[in-house]
């Protein structure tokens, strides 16, 4: 299966300047020529450039709204022209769910997150774009249209948070819709949301139809009107602000089938946004290109310009050796995806970053679909996550079996399939109260064969109507008050056996979520035991086998004459403790060789860099090795 996207020759800049009006003397160090000539020799193509920020403050002289009290000529004026001047396409930023002069102003605007409860004032406050902020929003958004006329408006902190402000609360009142009720109120919040996009996006594109517009949200697998709602997709995810480095090749597993231009968003910050003298490690900025180029995505890195207007040198010089990486590769991205199978989740959760984290160390192909793409395109789909389904959803996934799909899936989903004829080789009796329990498979394990696995978490009695390919050893007793044994938990009884893991006609199920006991804990029992389901249902028949260590990631593209196999890995490492502790990046380390099988036609030639690699063809198989691997490899395979 394959899934045909754009390859995007986009390198860019977010330049955030959220910048208090207690500071004075802002902009007065801005050097238009200076500026113009660091972005061309960091060889940037885009860059975001601010008309307004979360502080409310515009940043142009003659807007008739609130100009920074203290900026020294019209900084946004000189920044355009800067760009227009190093031949840099500048898109404008926007603040709309922030707006602190008006939440001081207007306070009967800000966004009540609970029914009485105020957002506190100690930081930027959320407004609700369901009274008359909206009208403003829309007023600015025209004067800075009208004005500029700009290739792209950036609109940030938009969302359907749920909102009980009196607006709010009246309008459900009308629709019959009960704020006690979470479906209703979420109807409402969606609502509100649909209206500010369909008033925004009429605004921007009755001035100017050519202006892109993107809508800044929390953007997820089936959020259709968060992403029908924009132009273009600016995927927000700096790994050391809180995203990590699973999260963006994740969310574009979805993201590259959405129709639309796409770009990973990385920040320059050792932390996150507003940080001040925080700087991650070059490496780090390479690694994040490389995922990029990896998954077909163009790059913008996140920066924040100084109040005084002066542009940070050293962040352009790193971020301008990734563009010329970006650049050297980019021909090579993007193409159709290949994917073995697809990760479906019914709901946000950890299972669905906790498979797609097994599955990427793993080195196998797959999407991450939406209800609405399953489809006879996947051999097999993973249901990742114990979640409840709707009468629909089962429905439709009974469909799928009926035409020869194979399901893999965990506790309450088995049994809402299983009600309705879908077999997964058990019945499920009910939530175990003997947790936690121990996995003892019937199957080879790379590592750990034949021994009782802890698995912790919920599970479920289930019995077997299939074949039984993994045991449940119950724990003596629930560890509970003074009833306990031992340090931690209760070991294993061996007399108290039940199956974990069945199989079905329809495929395969698992009486314990363990995408989310990989996702919470790391260890090796969910991996060790779901990938080589996997296996299993790959029949023998895995597309891609490397010695690359597991934290690396592959993608396979096929581009018409010839396929394109992106490798890339860095030693991700966990660093800081307690609310400090993050994921970073620091060292890029040489692997002398990496060996590759992939298992697709014969190929005339497989080329690194332009150069011949020497291959064998076996078995269907073709196979070569990397030598001197650093970081990324784009290997080329002519048909």
């Known amino acids: 299966m394959t899934d045909k996207i754009k390859t995007i020759d986009d390198r860019a800049v977010h330049l955030d300047f959220h910048t208090s009006e207690l500071i004075e003397n802002v902009g007065e160090q801005f050097d238009k020529n200076k500026f113009a000539e660091t972005l061309k020799k960091a060889k940037l193509t885009s860059i975001t450039v601010f008309a307004k920020c979360h502080h409310g403050c515009f940043y142009y002289k003659d807007s008739k709204f609130f100009v920074h009290p203290h900026m020294k000529g019209s900084l946004l004026d000189e920044q355009l022209e800067a760009c227009k001047k190093a031949g840099v396409e500048a898109r404008i930023y926007i603040s709309a769910g922030y707006d602190e002069y008006i ?9 009540v997150y609970k029914k009485g409860e105020t957002q506190p004032s100690d930081g930027f406050r959320r407004l609700c774009f369901n009274n008359g902020y909206l009208d403003l929003l829309k007023a600015q958004t025209e004067e800075v249209v009208k004005k500029y006329h700009p290739a792209g408006v950036f609109f940030d902190i938009v969302s359907n948070y749920p909102c009980f402000c009196e607006n709010c609360l009246a309008d459900m009142k009308k629709k019959g819709l009960n704020p006690d009720d979470e479906k209703d109120v979420r109807k409402q919040a969606d609502d509100t949301l649909n209206h500010y996009y369909k008033v925004i996006n009429e605004t921007v594109k ?6 892109t517009v993107f809508h800044n949200s929390d953007f997820n697998v089936g959020s259709y009107a968060k992403i029908n709602a924009c132009n273009r997709l600016e995927l927000e995810s700096l790994p050391t602000g809180g995203w990590g480095y699973d999260h963006f090749p994740t969310l574009v597993s979805y993201m590259r089938r959405q129709g639309k231009q796409y770009l990973g968003m990385t920040g320059k910050f050792h932390r996150g946004w507003g940080e001040f003298g925080g700087y991650k490690y070059p490496s780090a900025l390479i690694y994040e290109t490389a995922l990029d180029l990896a998954f077909g995505a163009g790059m913008i890195v996140g920066d924040q310009l100084h109040p005084s207007g002066k542009i940070d040198d050293y962040t352009y010089e790193i971020i301008g050796k990734a563009c010329e990486f970006f650049n050297k590769y980019k021909a090579l991205s993007g193409g159709e995806f290949i994917a073995e199978f697809a990760l479906f989740t019914p709901v946000d959760c950890g299972g669905r970053y906790g498979a797609a984290r097994m599955f990427f160390e793993g080195k196998y192909l797959f999407d991450v679909i939406d209800e609405k793409e399953i489809s006879d395109k996947y051999p097999f789909i993973v249901i990742g996550g114990d979640c409840d389904l709707s009468e629909e959803l089962a ?3 009974k469909n799928y079996t009926a035409g020869g799909g194979k ?23 009910g939530e175990d109260e003997l947790t936690p329990c121990y996995f003892k498979a019937d199957y080879e394990l790379p590592v750990a064969n034949g021994v009782p696995l802890v698995v912790y978490g919920k599970a479920y009695n289930i019995t077997a109507t299939g074949k039984v390919l993994c045991e449940k050893i119950s724990p003596y007793f629930k560890r509970e008050g003074e009833k306990f044994c031992s340090h931690l938990q ?17 495929g395969i199920a698992l009486c314990t979520d363990l995408f989310d006991l990989y996702y919470t804990d790391g260890g090796l029992t969910g991996k060790t035991l779901v990938n ?18 597991s934290s690396g990631k592959v993608t396979l593209c096929d581009k018409g004459d010839y396929y394109v196999l992106h490798l890339v ?19 890029i380390v040489t692997l002398s060789k990496v060996g590759v099988e992939i298992r697709i036609p014969n190929p005339q030639a497989v080329l690194s860099n332009g150069m011949n690699v020497n291959f064998e063809y076996k078995n269907g198989k073709v196979v070569f090795d990397i030598t001197d691997f650093n970081c990324y490899a784009a290997i080329k395979i002519v048909k």
């Open 395 to 397: 429905l439709k996934i």
């Open 407 to 429: 399901i893999l899936a965990v506790g309450k989903t088995v049994d809402a399939l299983e009600k309705i004829g879908v077999d997964l080789g058990c019945k499920v009796i």
């Open 569 to 587: 890995y860095a030693n991700t490492i966990v660093r800081g403790s307690g609310k400090g502790m993050l994921e970073v990046v620091e060292d």
């Open 103 to 111: 939440a001081r102003s207007h306070p009967e605007w800000i966004q």
């Open 206 to 211: 009755k001035i100017c139809p050519e202006t």
């Open 532 to 549: 080589r389901l996997i296996d299993r249902l790959i029949k023998g028949d895995k597309v891609i086998t490397t010695s690359l260590p």
């Open 490 to 506: 209760t070991p294993c009884d061996y007399n108290k056996v039940s199956p974990a893991i069945t199989e079905g006609k329809n």
